[in-house]
Structure formats: C-alpha cells, structure tokens
C-alpha cells in the first residue's frame, strides 16, 4: 500500500516566518507534487519535481520553493509566511512511468494557518 | 475561464437515487481524465479513470466524450457512504488539472 507522509497536520505560524512543510513517500516513486486547497478554488499546483534536485514551477509557485535531495522527499518552503498563505497544503506522489503514470497518490495534508 | 469546471453543488439526493456529476475541460490537447473521490477533512483519493469507451466499476459508470470536452460520473443507487466531494482530474502532462469539486450528500 503507497503511503504519503506529511510532517504535520495543523501549524500555526507568525508573518515572516520561514515554515518547512516536508512529504516523504514509501513507493520509489519518481514524480512528487505540492498542492495547496482552498475553498471554491479547488487544488493548485504550487511545484513539482520529476526527479532528484529536479524541480518545475506550477501554475502558483510565487512565494513559495522546494527541495528535493532524496527521492522519496520533496519539502515545501514559504520563505516569508504571508496571511494569504494560509490553507491546506497536499503532497502528492505519482509514478513517471508504466500503466498507473497518472494515478496520484496523496498525502493527509497540512492546514497551515499563518497569523 | 478555469481549464476544468465542475457544478460545485451541493447535490442532496435520497438513499437509491440515480446521480451524474458532468466536467467540462477547456483544453483540447488534455490526456487522460480521473475522478477523484475526497471525504471531508481528507485527502483526495483516485475513484476511477475515464475512457473514451466508458468504464463501470460497481455502481459507477464515467464516460469522456473528446469531441465536447466534458467527463461524466454516473452512480447509481446511492449510499449513504458515498456522500463527498468529486473532483474531476484533467491531466496534460506534466500538468495536472483538478476542478473544484462537487460535494454530494445523500440522505436516508
């Protein structure tokens, strides 16, 4: 059974903060993702990485950076925490190749709430 | 315009009743389709994929229809247990697009 793990599952943070939200998968998988959720919104992808130190902007990435110096780990970093960073945050991780390339497994999630 | 749009609902229907969520995508170069099944305060979890010949697991039926851009759930015979969001997953690798979702509650 895949397992996706997050650090934590609330944080509370101040403004200007550094916060390192971390995932870490059991699957050898290739690809990981970094998700945030917010109401009416849907998911939003932040970053994702197709391989080790491998990294690509997704369609929110401003604020935020990653890191990905083993395989099963991707960390997810707000450099300076803002307000409206506040949300949940959701790893995900996928193989790169063979039948089930598309099927994203995913993590419990983080509900950062910065203040 | 959002690239995959769903009704967000809610869809309050009774113990047995037919239901069909629909998702429509606004790009055409768009690879493969999911639906995904997420419980409140969970993690979304894959439900099914979505074939342009259509596919059945249980009371589940999604279709794709290419030419018109949308993706269909279809559950039959509603449990209680299947009351959640659906998200609608539109892939274009190496993007991935989720749609908001449409919550769905089924009362007895």
């Known amino acids: 059974d895949v397992k996706v793990t997050q650090s934590s599952r609330y944080l509370v943070k101040r403004t200007g903060e550094k916060v390192f939200l971390e995932c870490v998968q059991d699957m050898d998988h290739e690809n990981m993702f970094w998700y945030r959720q917010d109401p009416g919104l849907g998911l939003r992808l932040i970053y994702f990485s197709y391989d080790v130190k491998m990294k690509e902007k997704g369609d929110i990435p401003e604020g935020y950076s990653v890191s990905r110096e083993k395989k099963e780990r991707f960390s997810l970093i707000l450099e300076s925490a803002s307000t409206n960073q506040t949300s949940m945050y959701l790893c995900a991780s996928s193989f790169a190749a063979g039948p089930r390339t598309d099927t994203q497994y995913f993590g419990p999630g983080t509900r950062l709430t910065v203040l | 315009r959002k690239e995959v749009e769903q009704d967000p609902g809610p869809f309050n229907v009774p113990e047995g009743a037919t239901v069909a969520f629909n998702c429509t995508y606004s790009?055409?170069?768009?690879?493969?389709f999911f639906w995904y099944r997420q419980d409140c305060r969970k993690e979304p979890k894959l439900l099914m994929s979505?074939?342009?010949s259509g596919n059945e697991d249980g009371r589940f039926t999604a279709q794709l229809n290419r030419a018109s851009q949308y993706i269909s759930l279809l559950i039959r015979d509603s449990k209680l247990s299947d009351s959640a969001t659906y998200l609608c997953?539109?892939?274009?690798?190496?993007?991935?697009?989720f749609g908001a979702g449409t919550r769905l509650t089924v009362k007895p």
């Open positions: 790009n055409s170069a768009s690879q493969s």
């Open positions: 979505v074939y342009s």
């Open positions: 997953v539109v892939n274009r690798l190496p993007r991935v697009r």
